[in-house]
C-alpha cells in the first residue's frame, strides 16, 4: 500500500479520566488530552475551534454522573488540526495538544496567540491567613502555607505559638497556699510539693510554669481560690500568622467567591469575561436543579422558600436564581439546561494579554454572541444552542 493512503492515521481513546485524540503522521505524532474530570461542559472549546472539530455532548448528565463512560465534549480527531487554541481558552485547564509526547502549543509558537488576561491577588499585608476564601473557593484553588495548628488537627503546632506575643505569669508566693487546683486545670503548671511528712504537717513548694504551653487563657487566676496568679500576654503591634494564602492560577477561574468573602477585602480578582447572564426562571420547569449542580463557581441556587404568611396575592415564587457577582459567563448551564430559553449569557468582552489577530478577533467575535438554552438535538448526543442575534 502506498505511504500516502496509510497516513494520516486517527484515533480516539478514553482511559481513566482521559480522552486522547490522536493524529499520527509518518514522523509527528499529535494528541489532544481531555481531562474529563476538570472539563465543565462549558462549551468554550467548541465556539473557538477554528476546525469546528468539538461538539458539546449531554452535558447536564454527564457532569451529574448519570451518563458514564462518555465526555462532555466530543472532538473529531480527523478535523482537529492540533493548533492548541482549545487549550489556550479553556478556562478549566481541561485541554492539552502534545506533539511527539510534549505538551505544545503550534498557534502560540507560530503566530501567536493571546492568552487570558489573569488577574488573582491577595495582598499579603491585607490577609491574616484566616480560612474563609479556602472555604469557600468552590475550585480549591487557594493554597494555604500556613502551619496547622491543634484546632485542625490534635498533633498540630501549639496554638501560643500562633502570634508574636509575651507572656508573663506571677504566683504571690505570700497568698499561694500550694492547693494544686491550677496545675489541675492546666498543663502549663506543675506543682512542685515539698513532700508531705508526718514530722510537719502542712502543704508547701512552688508553682511551675511553662511558659511555651501557656496562651494566657486566665482559667489558673480565675480558678485560684486565693487569687495568687496574675497572667499577662502583650500580642506585638501587626503580629499575625506565619505563612501565606496565594491562589493557584493554573486552577482558579476568577469566579470571585474568594474576594466577596474576605473579611479584610485582601483579594482582588478580574474576571476573564464582560458581560450578563440573566435567568428568566418563570420558564423554568423546577424540580431540575442540572444548572445548580454543574455550575462550576457555585453561582446557581434555588432560592430560599418565602415564608407563606409573607406571599403576596397570585405571586409566583422563583425556582431558580443566580448571584451574577460569582458567574464567570462560561456557560455550562446554559449547555446543560434541559428547557427552552431558561438561561441566557451575553459576553460583551474578553481580557486577554499578547497578540490579537485577526483568528483571535474572529473567535472572540464568536464568544460574544448571545445564546441561550438549547433548542435542538438533531444529532443524537449533540446539543445545538440557540444564537439570539
Ligand atoms: S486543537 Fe485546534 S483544531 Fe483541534 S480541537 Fe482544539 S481548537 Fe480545534
Same mark, same amino acid.
Given at each position: 500500500?502506498?505511504?500516502?493512503?496509510?497516513? #494520516? &492515521?486517527?484515533?480516539?481513546k478514553?482511559?481513566?479520566?482521559?480522552?486522547?485524540?490522536?493524529?499520527?503522521?509518518?514522523?509527528?505524532?499529535?494528541?489532544?488530552?481531555?481531562?474529563?474530570?476538570? /472539563?465543565?461542559?462549558?462549551? !468554550?472549546?467548541?465556539?473557538v475551534?477554528?476546525?469546528?472539530?468539538?461538539?458539546l455532548g449531554?452535558?447536564?448528565?454527564v457532569?451529574? $454522573?448519570?451518563?458514564?463512560?462518555?465526555?462532555?465534549?466530543s472532538?473529531d480527531?480527523?478535523k482537529c488540526s492540533?493548533? $492548541?487554541?482549545?487549550?489556550?481558552?479553556?478556562?478549566?485547564?481541561a485541554?492539552?495538544?502534545r506533539?511527539?509526547?510534549?505538551?505544545s502549543l503550534?498557534? %502560540?509558537?507560530?503566530?501567536?496567540?493571546?492568552?487570558?488576561d489573569?488577574?488573582?491577588?491577595i495582598?499579603?499585608?491585607?490577609?491574616?491567613?484566616?480560612?474563609?476564601?479556602?472555604e469557600?473557593? #468552590?475550585?480549591?484553588?487557594?493554597?494555604? =502555607?500556613?502551619?496547622?495548628?491543634?484546632?485542625?488537627?490534635?498533633?498540630?503546632a &501549639?496554638?501560643q505559638?500562633?502570634?508574636?506575643?509575651?507572656?508573663?505569669?506571677v504566683?504571690?508566693?505570700?497568698?499561694?497556699?500550694?492547693?494544686?487546683?491550677?496545675?489541675?486545670?492546666?498543663?502549663?503548671?506543675?506543682?512542685k510539693?515539698?513532700?508531705?511528712t508526718?514530722?510537719?504537717?502542712?502543704?508547701?513548694g +512552688?508553682?511551675?510554669?511553662?511558659?511555651?504551653?501557656?496562651?494566657? /487563657?486566665?482559667?489558673?487566676?480565675?480558678a485560684? #481560690?486565693?487569687?495568687?496568679?496574675?497572667?499577662?500576654?502583650?500580642? &506585638?503591634?501587626?503580629?499575625?500568622?506565619?505563612?501565606?494564602?496565594?491562589?493557584?492560577?493554573?486552577?482558579?477561574?476568577?469566579?470571585s467567591?474568594? +474576594?466577596?468573602?474576605?473579611p479584610?477585602?485582601?483579594?482582588t480578582?478580574?474576571k476573564?469575561?464582560d $458581560?450578563?447572564?440573566?435567568?428568566?426562571?418563570?420558564?423554568?420547569?423546577g424540580?431540575?436543579?442540572?444548572?445548580?449542580?454543574?455550575?462550576?463557581?457555585?453561582?446557581?441556587?434555588?432560592?430560599s422558600?418565602? #415564608?407563606? @404568611?409573607?406571599?403576596? %396575592?397570585?405571586?409566583?415564587?422563583p425556582?431558580?436564581a443566580?448571584?451574577?457577582?460569582?458567574c464567570i459567563l462560561?456557560?455550562?448551564?446554559?449547555?446543560?439546561? *434541559?428547557?427552552?430559553?431558561?438561561i441566557? !449569557?451575553?459576553?460583551s468582552?474578553?481580557?486577554?494579554?499578547g *497578540?490579537?489577530? =485577526?483568528?483571535? &478577533?474572529?473567535?472572540?467575535?464568536? @464568544?460574544?454572541?448571545p445564546?441561550?438554552?438549547?433548542?435542538? +438535538? =438533531?444529532t443524537?448526543?449533540?446539543v445545538?444552542?440557540?444564537?439570539?442575534?
Open positions: 500500500m502506498a505511504m500516502s493512503t496509510m497516513y #494520516p &492515521k486517527y484515533s480516539t478514553m482511559e481513566n479520566d482521559t480522552v486522547i485524540m490522536e493524529q499520527r503522521l509518518l514522523k509527528k505524532v499529535s494528541h489532544l488530552v481531555l481531562n474529563t474530570t476538570k /472539563c465543565t461542559g462549558c462549551g !468554550i472549546c467548541s465556539e475551534c477554528p476546525k469546528e472539530a468539538i461538539v449531554l452535558v447536564g448528565a457532569r451529574r $454522573g448519570a451518563v458514564k463512560d462518555e465526555a462532555a465534549i472532538v480527531p480527523a492540533y493548533c $492548541g487554541v482549545c487549550t489556550i481558552l479553556c478556562p478549566f485547564d485541554l492539552e495538544v506533539v511527539d509526547g510534549e505538551p503550534p498557534i %502560540k509558537e507560530q503566530e501567536g496567540f493571546p492568552e487570558y489573569f488577574t488573582a491577588e495582598d499579603e499585608n491585607k490577609c491574616v491567613r484566616c480560612t474563609t476564601c479556602s469557600a473557593c #468552590p475550585r480549591d484553588a487557594i493554597v494555604r =502555607d500556613i502551619p496547622v495548628y491543634e484546632g485542625e488537627v490534635a498533633d498540630g &501549639k496554638r505559638t500562633a502570634l508574636d506575643a509575651e507572656t508573663t505569669l504566683v504571690d508566693k505570700e497568698k499561694c497556699n500550694v492547693c494544686g487546683i491550677c496545675a489541675s486545670l492546666c498543663p502549663a503548671l506543675k506543682i510539693r515539698i513532700p508531705f508526718a514530722e510537719k504537717v502542712g502543704s508547701a +512552688e508553682v511551675v510554669w511553662d511558659k511555651s504551653l501557656c496562651d494566657a /487563657c486566665q482559667v489558673c487566676a480565675t485560684c #481560690p486565693e487569687h495568687a496568679i496574675a497572667v499577662e500576654r502583650v500580642v &506585638k503591634e501587626g503580629s499575625k500568622l506565619a505563612g501565606k494564602v496565594t491562589i493557584d492560577k493554573e486552577t482558579c477561574v476568577t469566579c467567591w474568594c +474576594e466577596k468573602v474576605c479584610e477585602e485582601a483579594v480578582i478580574k476573564f469575561f $458581560g450578563e447572564i440573566v435567568f428568566n426562571a418563570d420558564k423554568c420547569p424540580g431540575c436543579s442540572t444548572c445548580v449542580d454543574i455550575c462550576p463557581c457555585n453561582a446557581i441556587y434555588l432560592p422558600p418565602v #415564608p407563606a @404568611l409573607q406571599l403576596k %396575592k397570585d405571586s409566583i415564587e425556582t431558580i443566580v448571584n451574577a457577582d460569582l462560561c456557560g455550562a448551564c446554559v449547555n446543560a439546561c *434541559p428547557s427552552e430559553d431558561v441566557t !449569557i451575553r459576553r468582552g474578553i481580557h486577554v494579554k *497578540p490579537e489577530t =485577526d483568528l483571535f &478577533k474572529s473567535i472572540a467575535a464568536k @464568544l460574544c454572541i445564546r441561550s438554552s438549547k433548542i435542538r +438535538e =438533531d443524537f448526543g449533540q445545538e444552542l440557540k444564537p439570539l442575534e
